[in-house]
């Protein structure tokens, strides 16, 4: 237990990095998921097909194959991202996929009726989404994205095959200096949990605070 106390500090430091990647990619990925979303319910033939095939690519394929063509095989076509940026990216993708599909149902959950109100209202269909329907949908979503996020949080650990040291190389890293595993597997299994259980009471307050506007 020393041990981990002693290497404290090169812990945090991973478990800070794990919370950027985290983050980020989930930011990006809301992005995304929106616009893939909307691109199923509303666009044109060809639109929804191509977010129709890029979320069945992406949820068909393991993410760390993902994470592996990003940093590995895009280098093959001129394409080089640095460690960190591959996470971001590869990430990024991974959790627009699975956004998408949980926005779509939300979406999809708001009833009609309140959008053809909005339209007999003389809203434009851009404004009718932006004022009525999203932020209804946003609230149906919050649930779902919470378990998104926190499933997100722990699949960070697979960035540490393009060498990225957030939480769970740094474990590895220090393993290999000191040849003990149990208590540095330890420190990052309470670390993840310290982590999780953080952002599921952050979440539970922000629909605890949406549901008031129902």
């Not at 990003?70 to 940026?85: A, D, H, K, N, Q």
């Amino acid at each position: 237990m020393q041990l981990v106390l002693d290497n404290l500090p090169f812990l945090l430091k991973g478990a800070y990095y794990t919370l950027l990647i985290t983050v980020v990619s989930m930011f990006f990925g809301l992005i995304i998921g929106v616009a893939a979303a909307v691109a199923r319910l509303y666009g044109s033939k060809p639109v929804r097909g191509i977010a129709r095939v890029y979320v069945s690519a992406i949820r068909g394929t393991p993410t760390l194959v993902q994470i592996i063509i990003v940093y590995y095989g895009l280098v093959e076509y001129g394409i080089m991202f640095g460690p960190l940026t591959a996470a971001y990216v590869a990430l990024s993708i991974n959790i627009g996929a699975y956004l998408s599909e949980t926005f779509r149902g939300a979406i999809i959950a708001v009833p009609k009726g309140q959008t053809e109100a909005a339209y007999a209202t003389g809203m434009t269909p851009w404004q009718a989404m932006r004022r009525i329907v999203f932020p209804q949908a946003l609230r149906i979503a919050i649930p779902p994205m919470g378990n998104t996020f926190i499933g997100m949080l722990k699949e960070t650990s697979l960035v540490s095959v393009i060498t990225v040291t957030e939480l769970l190389r740094s474990a590895d890293l220090l393993i290999a200096q000191y040849y003990v595993y149990m208590p540095f597997y330890i420190a990052v299994a309470v670390m993840y949990w310290i982590l999780s259980t953080f952002f599921s009471s952050i979440l539970s307050l922000a629909e605890k605070r949406l549901s008031i506007a129902y």
